[in-house]
Antibody, heavy 122, light 107 residues
Framework: EVQLLESGGGLVQPGGSLRLSCAAS????????MGWARQSPGKGLEWVSI????????YYADSVKGRFTVSRDNSKNTLYVQMNGLRAEDTAVYYC???????????????WGQGTLVTVSS | DIVLTQSPATLSLSPGERATLSCRASQSVASYLAWYQQKPGQAPRLLIYDASNRATGIPARFSGSGSGTDFTLTISSLEPEDFVVYYC?????????FGQGTKVEIK
């Protein structure tokens, strides 16, 4: 059974940093694109970033480009996102998700983890 | 960015009735459209991908249709657990985008 477990969320001040992790199990992690999406009451659902199976290709939403960095450690079956320069509008539940198809970078994502809440506030 | 507009925002129906949800894209996404279901306190779950393919484990009462800019999710006979929120999402172009959601509520 595929399991995705996010961690690292919490309360951070504006301008601060946070690193989220997503521990994956139940599949060959290195064969699948992975992604981060977020959901906030004000902005709904938004894809934040995706990273190819090898880690060689990354994509970012314009709203986070230059502030967030996605990475993966295929030896540890773990996905990360380093979030710097956090703003109030980054407040959201952050989900990691697994690509549906083997190898393809542009993909549907299924399943998703349970999410971790990031709150940016002073 | 491609804007997805879902309608209606809220759909009030009774168990056993047929639900028809719409998603319109601001430009063609070919068949690169998916539908997700989200229950309260849970992550979204993939229902339909590539406009009309049911994801693994999804009941046959869920079906999708459409291509280009106009898409439909149909629930043939609503079960009690179907009264939740549904989102469409496109991957025709990055950034992938979601619609704002349709809430299916009990009438």
């Amino acid at each position: 059974e595929v399991q995705l477990l996010e961690s690292g969320g919490g309360l951070v001040q504006p301008g601060g940093s946070l690193r989220l992790s997503c521990a994956a199990s139940g599949f060959t992690f290195s064969n699948y694109v992975m992604g981060w999406a977020r959901q906030s009451p004000g902005k709904g659902l938004e894809w934040v970033s995706i990273i190819s199976a090898s880690g060689g290709s990354t994509y970012y939403a314009d709203s986070v480009k230059g502030r967030f960095t996605v990475s993966r450690d295929n030896s540890k079956n773990t996905l990360y996102v380093q979030m710097n320069g956090l703003r109030a509008e980054d407040t959201a539940v952050y989900y990691c998700a697994k690509g549906r198809l083997f190898g393809a970078t542009h993909n549907w994502f299924d399943p998703w983890g349970q999410g971790t809440l990031v709150t940016v506030s002073s | 960015d491609i804007v997805l507009t879902q309608s209606p925002a809220t759909l009030s129906l009774s168990p056993g009735e047929r639900a028809t949800l719409s998603c319109r894209a601001s430009q063609s996404v070919a068949s690169y459209l998916a539908w997700y279901q989200q229950k309260p306190g849970q992550a979204p779950r993939l229902l339909i991908y590539d406009a009309s393919n049911r994801a693994t484990g999804i009941p046959a009462r869920f079906s999708g249709s459409g291509s280009g800019t106009d898409f439909t999710l149909t629930i043939s006979s609503l079960e009690p657990e179907d009264f939740v929120v549904y989102y469409c999402q496109q991957r025709g172009n990055w950034p992938y985008t979601f619609g704002q959601g349709t809430k299916v509520e009990i009438k």
